[in-house]
């Protein structure tokens, strides 16, 4: 029996990353100002997760959904997701981290999935942690791409589809957090959040530090997670 002055520590974080839009309209400042720093975020909380012992983090970049904003706004964030991915992959990669692109990137720009492809390939071999990014994700379609994978091969079994979603070989999705105050899921790991706990803050994401992560994971550490038995 676990002592119960030892919290059950999460092993998989997901987060919602939102309010980056609304941050910088407090602020009378341009979308692409809350975007650039909500990657300030991204970095802090990657690099507290991995120190807190996370043994993955998903993170919610940019949706299958998400091309319906302006064209200017979409290729804002291309261009700041590709800055970060060559800013920070070195550090990533020092650190024993293993980065992991989740949904369909490949229908990205060919060069950005160059670079994503090749940044997956350098870190493949590392095993501190998993940083899964997910881009141009959607969770009905990696259900529908999973469910076409396990017909094809003859077996559409709750295992067979769980081992052909983006997610397999990650640890079972933990707690989905989400920030600024939105309290749904939007097309977001929506198999994988059968058993995860929910956790809503109206916290934007530029504004949301370690130490808010540190009270989402204290809050979880005292959920009753009953699995539907008693
Ligand atoms: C989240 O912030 C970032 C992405 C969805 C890429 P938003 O851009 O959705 O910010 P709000 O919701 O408009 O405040
Ligand atoms: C969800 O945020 C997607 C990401 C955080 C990447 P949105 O801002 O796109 O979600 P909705 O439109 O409010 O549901
Ligand atoms: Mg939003």
């Given at each position: 029996m676990t002592p119960p002055d030892i919290p059950p520590l999460a092993r998989h974080v997901a987060i919602i990353m939102d309010g980056n839009g609304r941050w910088a309209k407090k602020r009378l400042l341009p979308r692409f100002a809350g975007h650039k720093a909500g990657v300030e975020t991204v970095r802090k909380i990657a690099r507290a997760a991995r120190e807190m012992g996370l043994e993955a983090l998903t993170l919610?970049?940019?949706?299958?959904?998400?091309?319906?904003?302006?064209a200017e706004e979409v290729s804002d964030l291309m261009g700041l997701l590709k800055h970060f991915i060559q800013a920070d992959i070195d550090e990533f990669d020092a650190n024993n981290v293993r980065l992991k692109i989740i949904g369909h990137?490949?229908?990205?720009a060919p060069e950005l999935v160059k670079l994503l492809d090749e940044a997956v390939a350098r870190t493949?071999?590392?095993?501190?942690s998993t940083l899964a990014v997910a881009l141009n994700y959607g969770a009905q379609d990696e259900l529908v791409r999973a469910a076409q994978a396990a017909a094809a091969a003859g077996d559409i079994s709750t295992e067979a589809i769980e081992a052909h979603l983006?997610?397999?070989?990650?640890?079972?999705?933990?707690l989905i957090i989400r920030t600024s105050g939105e309290q749904r899921?939007?097309?977001?790991?929506l198999w994988q959040a059968a058993y995860a706990e929910l956790y809503f803050t109206d916290i934007l994401w530029p504004d949301f530090t370690p130490k808010h992560l540190e009270k989402a994971l204290e809050e979880f550490a005292h959920r009753n997670r009953r699995y539907g038995g008693l």
């Open positions: 919610y970049a940019f949706s299958s959904e998400n091309w319906k904003r302006p990137y490949q229908a990205l493949a071999g590392n095993t501190g983006y997610t397999a070989g990650m640890p079972p999705l933990d899921l939007s097309n977001f790991l």
